[in-house]
């Protein structure tokens, strides 16, 4: 067992040190340094990390045996030993003798109560074997007495030994019934040689098969101890992976922590210098808005003056015409009437000279405007967008520091995975198995020259058998070729004489083989029976292993066995079981022997890849953002002109009372059309051309002057609503921006150590959680891929095949195959003694007289 000991210094790397007690305050630190941070949002999802695939080996050995057609021999052998002995696995009674006994008992002990109790169990269990061994040993007592018995009396004319045969009517039946007796016992004694000299050829072929078994077995040791080394350095190197992506991290830190840290400060910042930028737009829409308005001013005050003039001028020309003599006339007067009552109507209906102008507050705007105000907002954008750059700046020297120390438990982890003579050990370990190898080899040609031996020990025995069936067949063929009915009983043929012969000489040999042989029959019934049942039945369904794996039975004080032996620790909760169980799923070794028991992985990795040094210095990370400036005093004060630039002060009520007014009291066009109307009540004549020619004046004033009007008022309309919706309250929201720009300021400069110390955390938990990726990828590696200790269990496996289904059911199907021609012998013998007296050459017959028996002379 000294290259488990290597295996596990090999897993542990250097268990001694890492089995003492951790340092207070450093086991579990990648725990609990989550523990310690409270935050009020989930820290960011952390990146997964690629450690690739640990070098896998490939184990060559398939303990797996299929009998073929032997597993039909196999089953029926089975099947009579549960004939034989139907009782369950005695577990309990095994413990119980073991605990109580330990194999050292004096003969005075057995008288004890509770030691004659468990001899009676272990009576009760073995009272199937107990009985057939009684009738084994009974054949082997009685076989040679008996027949040394019958060899004297037919000696003395008795038994059979007298050559007189009496003449009976059923003569010829008695012989029939007796040749197929006899054949048909000859047949099943066939058979059973059959059976048993397969199960001898068997072991010879699967003794072959067992040097497979030991090379594969080597082999995968061998792979083994080459490739446990390597994987335990891909998990050193692996190290590297997580420790590239920190480093990485550590050199993004600006673009990363300062990321984070301007993405929850911009919820705040943002809004405030959006609305000042936006402030800053409506400064030039309201400077656009005044020219509008002044501009639109300017256009409908000239326009009106003019278009009074043009209407006045209309007017007094349209009431010279009305003042025609032929509006005199009776029918046409009543029309001109009307005409002249509508001139009051050609008149201006607005009157924009009242208005004030805003000329004054345009050029306070103007004057506002030279202060570039949207690019010192932008200055408060790229002093807030450039936390990423102080961030960088400011951990430039943890992160340097960070660097190093990394560097450093790297090379520790290295350094203190090559502390151990690892690759030396599993050299030595290599070589011990290529010795075992060679040595077990070197036994090879004694195991053949045995078991030739044993191959033909069990020839001549089953020879013995095919001897006797041989005097069977052969006098029976004998006997009946030359057996004659007419011929008497002294006058039968030799052929027919040799063949009664031939029989005698079976019986002769069935009585001197027998006995020796029911007694190696016997032998090996009892051991391989009890082998079956007491190890390999128990060993195929893993009871053994709860046996060996029950608490104290090796001893008092030592709990469990298997720690024991290779901890020198029994009250580790390990069995033989559980171990075999984990290696035949090809888990690690780790695993398998429960070695985080005596080394925990992550109290080692915790201790050394994040230790408390690193954690202290991620802690003495701090950011300070004193130095961002959002909104410059000179755009302070210009927010501030603007509010009091007096464009709250305009009358927007007056601007669109006049705005909302017609251009003129009445609508020219319907004016002009009714005026044409009327003329055409007119008689033809001057008048009518005159009024019509009014009309078309009237609509050329409309196009001329009206319409232009009409749209500058629009255009005065819609620039006041512009403006009027723009300057609205504009103190309270120049206060109000200026408020926000100075409550994010402050939340920068004074309250945003609560935000970067939250982002901090996160982030250090983002390169914890990198650490922690690769201590439970260790954990689970070395759990599942590191060590895999398959070999193990096929080593166990392959025992059982080679021990069990190579060895044991081939025995056991030789015993049961020779036993059952032994058993057949007895009514062998019978019938061959019977028989024989219809063959063999009498020296006496029955002699009948023909007057006195005339029916036999008939016959």
């Not at 570039?372 to 990423?388: E, H, R, V, W």
């Not at 992985?601 to 991620?618: E, Q, W």
Request: glycine share 6%.
């Amino acid at each position: 067992m000294h290259w488990i000991s290597w295996c596990l210094l090999l897993l542990c790397w250097g268990g001694s040190r890492c089995s003492d007690p951790p340092p207070d305050g450093q086991d579990g630190e990648l725990d609990g340094y989550q523990a310690d941070s409270h935050t009020k949002r989930s820290p960011p999802p952390v990146e997964p990390l690629d450690f690739g695939f640990v070098p896998s080996a490939v184990y060559a050995t398939h303990a797996y045996y299929e009998p073929g057609a032997m597993g039909i021999l196999f089953h029926v052998v089975h099947a009579f030993l549960y004939v034989v002995q139907p009782n369950p696995f005695p577990k309990d009674l095994i413990v119980r003798v073991i605990q109580e006994n330990k194999g050292r008992m004096k003969l005075e002990e057995w008288r004890k109560p509770e030691n004659i109790v468990l001899l009676l169990q272990g009576v009760y269990y073995e009272a199937g074997f107990l009985v057939c061994g009684s009738l084994g040993l009974l054949f082997l007592v009685l076989v040679p007495i008996v027949g040394t018995c019958f060899c004297v009396c037919r000696c003395c004319d008795n038994c059979g030994g007298e050559m007189h045969q009496r003449q009976r009517k059923n003569a010829d039946c008695q012989r029939g019934f007796f040749t197929a007796s006899l054949i048909v016992t000859s047949i099943f004694i066939i058979l059973g040689v059959l059976f048993a000299y397969a199960a001898n050829h068997n072991i010879s072929n699967q003794i072959k098969s067992t040097r497979r078994l030991v090379n594969t077995n080597m082999r995968d040791l061998k792979t083994f101890a080459n490739n446990t080394p390597a994987q335990i350095d891909y998990l050193t190197a692996q190290y590297t992976t997580a420790k590239n992506k920190v480093l990485s991290d550590l050199d993004n830190i600006g673009p990363v922590l300062g990321g984070r840290i301007h993405s929850q400060l911009e919820r705040e910042v943002m809004p405030s210098l959006d609305t000042a930028l936006r402030m800053a737009g409506a400064m030039r829409e309201t400077k656009e808005a005044l020219e509008s308005i002044g501009s639109s001013l300017d256009t409908l005050q000239e326009g009106t003056v003019r278009l009074q003039l043009s209407l006045s001028n209309e007017r007094a020309s349209l009431s010279n015409t009305l003042s025609d003599p032929a509006c005199t006339n009776g029918a046409v007067s009543h029309t001109c009437n009307t005409i002249r009552s509508t001139l009051g109507q050609l008149g201006s209906s607005a009157d924009f000279s009242t208005l004030p102008d805003v000329s004054r507050q345009l050029m306070n705007v103007d004057a506002l405007l030279k202060t570039d105000l949207s690019n010192i907002i932008q200055k408060g954008y790229s002093s807030f967008n450039d936390t990423p750059r102080l961030v960088k700046e400011q951990t430039k020297n943890i992160v340097a520091g960070v660097k190093v120390m990394l560097d450093r438990i790297g090379g520790e982890i290295v350094d203190f995975a090559k502390m151990f003579p690892v690759e030396a050990s599993l050299a030595n370990f290599t070589i011990f198995l290529n010795q075992g190898q060679q040595q077990i080899e070197s036994y090879y040609a004694q195991i053949d020259q045995l078991d030739f031996y044993r191959w033909i020990g069990c020839v001549a025995a089953l020879c013995m058998v095919v001897l006797i069936v041989c005097f069977n067949l052969l006098g029976l063929l004998c006997g009946s070729c030359g057996y004659d009915k007419q011929a008497t009983p002294t006058n039968r043929g030799c052929l027919s004489n040799t063949g009664g012969n031939l029989l005698m000489a079976g019986v002769g040999f069935s009585f001197l083989f027998a006995w020796a042989l029911m007694a190696v029959v016997s032998s090996l019934f009892v051991v391989g029976g009890n082998v079956e049942k007491l190890i390999c039945e128990p060993l195929a369904n893993r009871q053994l292993f709860q046996i060996i794996d029950t608490p104290y039975i090796m001893h008092p004080g030592m709990k469990n066995f298997l720690p024991n032996m290779l901890f020198q620790n029994p009250n580790i909760d390990l069995t033989v079981g559980g171990m075999y169980r984990e290696c035949h799923e090809n888990y690690g070794l780790y695993h398998a022997l429960q070695l985080e028991t005596m080394f925990n992985i992550n109290s080692f990795l915790n201790r050394t890849v994040y230790n408390k040094d690193l954690a202290n210095v991620f802690e003495s990370i701090h950011v300070q953002l004193q130095d961002v400036s959002l909104l410059e005093q000179e755009g302070r004060d210009a927010l501030i002109s603007f509010a009091n630039s007096g464009v709250g002060e305009i009358d927007f009520t007056a601007y669109l009372t006049e705005a909302n007014k017609a251009v003129t009291l009445v609508d020219l066009l319907s004016f002009a059309t009714d005026l044409e109307a009327q003329a055409d009540q007119l008689p033809r004549g001057a008048l009518e051309n005159a009024l019509k020619g009014h009309a078309s004046s009237i609509r050329q004033i409309n196009k001329d002057q009206v319409v232009p009007l009409q749209q500058a008022m629009n255009s005065l309309s819609q620039s006041v609503r512009l403006l009027q919706k723009t300057v609205s309250d504009l103190p309270v929201q120049v206060t109000n921006v200026l408020s926000a720009i100075d409550a994010a300021e402050y939340l920068i400069t004074n309250n945003a150590s609560h935000v970067i110390k939250q982002e901090t955390n996160g982030y250090m938990q983002m390169l914890v959680g990198y650490f922690r990726q690769y201590t439970k990828w260790v954990k689970s590696s070395l759990s599942a891929e590191v060590a895999q200790c398959k070999p193990i269990s096929n080593i166990v496996d392959s025992m059982e095949i080679v021990g069990c289904s190579f060895i044991v059911d081939s025995v056991n199907t030789f015993w049961f195959g020779l036993g059952g021609c032994l058993v057949l012998l007895i009514p062998s013998i019978i019938l061959s003694v019977k028989l024989s007296k219809y063959y063999r050459r009498m020296d006496t017959e029955d002699v009948f007289d023909d007057a006195c028996f005339p029916w036999l002379v008939s016959l």
